[in-house]
């Protein structure tokens, strides 16, 4: 079983940064599509950031030009670099992770991907943004 589990969440003022970790527990798959999701109070989780085992990334309108994901070879881990908070990021911030088999085109590893296609989860981090 894979297990996520993300770190570094916390509350800073409006313009403030934060760098999200989210630690994989064991290599899952050489095809994968990976993503930062973030729910806040009486809303709908949203994904506002993919990482795809060929490198290719894409960012949630509201967050581009402000946050950056980010996995070295390196590493087993996934980053989220959070720059210039506002007030309207504070979320809990969760890890999500897809093993992409043979047949599945990493060019779908996009934000607009349902969260019901990711099959594992981390518990989240909360971040907190006052103004």
């Known amino acids: 079983q894979v297990q996520l589990v993300e770190s570094g969440g916390g509350s800073v003022q409006a313009g403030g940064s934060l760098r999200l970790s989210c630690e994989i527990s064991?290599?899952?798959?050489?095809?994968?599509?990976m993503a930062w999701f973030r729910q806040s109070s009486g809303k709908e989780r949203e994904g506002i950031a993919t990482?795809?085992?060929?490198?290719?990334?894409s960012y949630q309108d509201s967050v581009k030009g402000r946050f950056t994901i980010s996995k070295p070879d390196a590493r087993n881990t996934l980053f989220l670099e959070l720059n210039s908070l506002e007030p309207g990021d504070s979320a809990m911030y969760y890890c999500?992770?897809?093993?992409?088999?043979?047949?599945?085109?990493?060019?779908?590893?996009?934000?607009?991907?349902?969260?019901?296609?990711?099959?594992?989860w981390g518990q989240g981090t909360q971040v907190t943004v006052s103004s």
């Open positions: 999500a992770a897809e093993t992409f088999y043979r047949w599945s085109s990493i060019s779908s590893c996009t934000v607009a991907r349902s969260r019901a296609e990711y099959e594992y």
């Open positions: 064991r290599y899952f798959a050489s095809k994968y599509c």
């Open positions: 990482f795809a085992s060929d490198g290719s990334t």
